[in-house]
């Protein structure tokens, strides 16, 4: 059985934790979880216990955590799986991660996909421009350094507001909980420099919209992607748990039909 731990019992890895627990990945289970505020079953105190119980750990508990715990992870010899993958905006933190020794570095693609036929786009000539457009329940992209009438839209107003737009690295920084996606298509393309993003408040939205459009010398593409929100995280989409879980099932067992 492949031992899976998890750092973060939040919105994500709950979800994550209730699903292995119940059979969801043959051949996967749940062998601990370190989260310091929510009492699991499961539960440890410290990261050695949790490593000494993992073949492969999961982290789900933000960019703080990352920074935290991710290279000991991988120094200890345990494969770790990011969702928190908007924290490697941060290049120190991203060349960190990739440089340690020990076990590998999986990123968790999170809420959209598509990335196989980018990287075919971007192999076959550079791509000119990627852009990501974001549309969110306008409540949850409410932020502490938001000025007063910005935030009053947000919260009472009847129309879509544009809350940011400009390049990805930017974006990760100022929306940490709503970068992930925007970090997974800026490494799998033209980097976090290079990618445009766009991200509206929707007061009507009840789920998460994301529309990538790309072009270069391989043609043009657009992808759509609208998943409903996490009940725990309306900053989330609900799938985000299961792409972890996909994830943990193709480590052990590639898909022969995903290459």
Same mark, same amino acid.
Request: glycine share 10%; proline share 4%.
């Given at each position: ?18 699903? $292995?627990?119940?059979? @969801? ?16 079953? =499961?539960?440890?105190?410290?990261? &050695? ?15 703080? @955590? !990352? ?8 120094? @200890? ?7 928190? %993958?908007?924290?490697?905006? &941060?290049?120190?933190?991203?060349? +960190? ?11 968790? +693609?999170?809420? %959209?996909?598509?990335?196989? %036929?980018?990287?075919? *786009? ?9 852009? %990501? ?17 910005? =935030?009053?839209?947000?919260? #009472?107003?009847?129309?879509?507001? +544009? ?19 925007? *970090?997974?298509?800026? $490494? *799998? +393309? ?30 043009? #593409? ?9 009940? &725990? ?8 748990? #299961?792409?972890? =879980?996909? @994830? !943990? ?11």
């Amino acid at each position: 059985m492949l031992r899976v731990g998890l750092i973060g019992c939040g919105a994500i890895g709950s979800v994550v934790a209730r699903e $292995l627990s119940g059979g @969801a990945v043959d051949g996967a289970e749940l062998a601990a979880v370190f989260d310091l505020v929510v009492d699991h079953p =499961l539960g440890v105190q410290d990261r &050695d216990s949790l490593l000494s119980r993992s073949d492969v750990v999961v982290e789900a508990a933000g960019h703080g @955590a !990352l920074r935290e715990h991710g290279v000991a992870v991988r120094e @200890a010899g345990t494969d770790l799986l990011v969702v928190s %993958i908007g924290a490697l905006a &941060d290049e120190e933190l991203e060349s +960190t991660l990739r440089d340690a020794q020990g076990g590998r570095l999986l990123l968790c +693609t999170g809420a %959209i996909g598509g990335f196989d %036929i980018l990287r075919a *786009a971007m192999l076959f000539g550079p791509l000119e421009e990627v852009a %990501i457009n974001s549309t969110k329940p306008a409540a949850a992209l409410r932020r502490p350094w938001m000025d007063e009438a910005l =935030l009053d839209a947000l919260a #009472y107003g009847s129309e879509p507001v +544009t809350v940011f737009d400009g390049r990805a690295r930017e974006a990760c920084v100022r929306f940490p909980e709503s970068a992930n996606v925007t *970090a997974t298509l800026s $490494l *799998a +393309t033209v980097g976090f420099d290079g990618v445009r993003v766009r991200l509206v408040g929707d007061p009507e939205a009840i789920g998460v919209r994301h529309v990538v459009c790309a072009s270069g010398a391989a043609g043009a #593409y657009e992808l759509s992607f609208e998943n409903a929100a996490s009940p &725990d995280n309306p900053r989330t989409s609900a799938v985000t748990a #299961y792409s972890v =879980l996909r @994830a !943990l099932t193709d480590i052990q067992r590639p898909p022969v039909s995903v290459l």
